[in-house]
């Protein structure tokens, strides 16, 4: 071997050394999230490229995300930087596998959110990161027949009903917009907002009295909505051609209304029961997994994408919320203000209630979307007795739970194995 060549292999040795280290210095960022080639591409080029030190965005389905991850905590060591999921994700995790982050003394607005990243410890187990949820939206002209003294943004369900039967009081036409058409994300609606509103719970308080008052006070309030939305699925589309004035959605089912004509209508949060203000947020977080490489650099990419310029260039690459007060820029579409606000006003007051989105189920989601479905069908459409129905329902709803071994989840109280339906 000549000289030269001892030479070009120890330069070359070297190259690869430190490009091993330049690749090390890079975080890896492994996420759930932004999985859309334009999203992916436009997290990587608008909002991370910012970061000091490089990040190495990578989106992955649940399934290959959760296999890496579980390689490198069993392995002991690992090349994960950050973790990028859902709450859901982050709850069928061992608590011990994730860094406390109580020192980063960055965290959500929502005092809820925060309690809910704990993970029922005493420590931050995952920062919340963007939300998305549904939320309420009325064209402007129903608000002349608001009850007296109520609050838009405080609403409870009552004063819904009354709002609705004012409306139809004065217009002679029933005017709620519900998404009960077979594209619907009704279920959504009894899941997160019902059953929380009135129950603290959407397993365990399925059958209990107080979801016999919920199912009668969405009775009441079926009684003033347009007939027509058992055909409904896309919300936006009765704002627009005005057979709906008050309506529940999506925030995304809602955006073309607001878009199109931003000045005719209001997005609001959904309405407050006995046990607070039932909401679903599709709740997303960052997490450090003991294996971290680099902790400090980690801790570091996680202060940052909460910075609120941080969280105002997520918002435009996904769509999501920010989690963090922020001043939303003029640029943004309509639309996305108009839901920010409702979204930030909602997760943010003191009676949120959050029903979290299913976790567990496995191949049993659609099963037990179902339970919800048949039982506004029995009840609200066919006019069942709601005692009965319940009751019917409830060894459903148990089989499924117990099939699939799936805990209980957050309004819920927490359960060792399978939530229970009582």
């Not at 069993?74 to 990028?84: N, Q």
């Not at 997760?347 to 496995?362: C, I, Q, T, V």
Request: include cysteine.
């Amino acid at each position: 071997m000549t000289r030269f060549t001892k030479l070009a292999g120890a330069v070359s040795g070297l190259a690869i050394m430190l490009g091993a280290t330049w690749a090390q210095a890079e975080v890896l960022f492994w996420s759930t999230q932004a999985r859309p080639v334009e999203e992916a591409q436009a997290m990587r080029d608008n909002v991370l490229k910012g970061f000091e030190g490089g990040v190495d965005y990578q989106p992955n389905e649940d399934g290959p995300w959760l296999t890496r991850l579980q390689a490198e905590l069993e392995a002991g060591s690992g090349s994960i930087g950050v973790l990028g999921g859902l709450h859901g994700s982050f709850s069928a995790m061992n608590p011990d596998d994730l860094v406390d982050l109580d020192d980063l003394g960055v965290v959500s607005s929502s005092e809820t959110y925060n309690t809910l990243a704990k993970l029922g410890t005493d420590h931050l187990q995952y920062v919340p990161w963007m939300q998305a949820s549904y939320i309420m939206a009325a064209n402007k002209q129903a608000l002349q027949y608001l009850p007296a003294g109520a609050d838009i943004n405080a609403l409870s369900y009552d004063q819904l009903i009354e709002w609705t039967a004012n409306v139809e009081a004065a217009t002679g036409e029933k005017k709620f917009g519900f998404p009960a058409g077979e594209k619907g994300l009704k279920h959504r609606f009894f899941q997160g907002y019902l059953y929380p509103s009135y129950t603290n719970g959407v397993v365990r308080t399925f059958a209990s009295d107080e979801a016999v008052v919920a199912w009668e006070k969405f009775r009441e309030l079926w009684s003033h909505t347009n007939p027509a939305s058992t055909n409904f699925a896309n919300m936006q589309e009765q704002l627009l051609n005005g057979d709906a004035w008050i309506v529940f959605d999506h925030t995304s089912r809602l955006a073309q209304a607001f878009n199109e004509r931003p000045d005719d209508f209001v997005a609001f949060p959904a309405p407050a029961g006995p046990k607070g203000r039932g909401f679903m947020p599709v709740l997303v977080g960052m997490a450090i997994p003991r294996t971290a490489p680099d902790l400090d650099a980690a801790k570091a990419l996680v202060s940052y994408m909460l910075k609120p310029e941080t969280q105002i260039a997520t918002l435009k690459a996904t769509n999501f919320f920010p989690v963090v007060n922020v001043e939303l820029p003029a640029d943004v579409p309509p639309a996305v203000k108009a839901a920010g606000d409702a979204v930030a006003i909602m997760s943010a007051s003191p009676d949120a209630n959050p029903g979290l989105l299913p976790a567990g189920l496995g191949d049993k989601g659609g099963d037990f979307s179902r339970v919800y479905v048949d039982t506004f069908e029995r009840i609200i459409l066919a006019g069942q007795d709601i005692r009965s129905v319940l009751d019917d329902q409830k060894a459903v709803l148990a089989k499924i739970m117990q099939d699939s071994g799936a805990p209980c989840w957050a309004p819920d109280a927490p359960s060792e194995g399978a939530c229970p339906v009582e």
